[in-house]
């Protein structure tokens, strides 16, 4: 079973910068593409990002372009979002999740299989 673990997250003001980890055991990164998501409470979880196991083709949602970079290091297992100039909006729990099957929607969190207990960010002055 994969098994993922986030780290990284904390406090930052407007315009920081914050560098999340998502650690990948039981398979390796190979197997597995894996998503960035977050959620506020009362919200719906939605996806940030995504980097898929086979060319490490990178998909982001319209709020991180240009902002998130999504990265993987296959020796490692490990997953890096990177995250810059943030806003108080991007404040909440991010998650990673592993994906075993491509889907028409990477960024959709009801298509990841496995995912982490997530990491809480929050952006505020």
């Known amino acids: 079973q994969l098994e993922l673990a986030e780290s990284g997250g904390g406090l930052v003001q407007p315009g920081g910068s914050l560098t999340l980890s998502c650690v990948v055991s039981g398979y390796t990164l190979d197997y597995y593409a894996i998503g960035w998501f977050r959620q506020v409470p009362g919200e719906e979880r939605e996806g940030v990002a995504y980097i898929s196991n086979s060319d490490g083709t990178t998909y982001y949602a319209y709020f991180a372009k240009g902002r998130f970079t999504i990265s993987k290091d296959n020796a490692k297992n490990t997953v890096t979002l990177q995250m810059n100039s943030l806003k108080p909006e991007d404040t909440g729990v991010y998650y990673c999740?592993?994906?075993?099957?491509?889907?028409?929607?990477?960024?959709?969190?009801?298509?990841?299989?496995?995912w982490g207990k997530g990491t809480a960010v929050t952006v505020s002055s």
């Open positions: 999740a592993g994906d075993d099957l491509p889907d028409s929607d990477p960024l959709d969190y009801r298509g990841m299989d496995y």
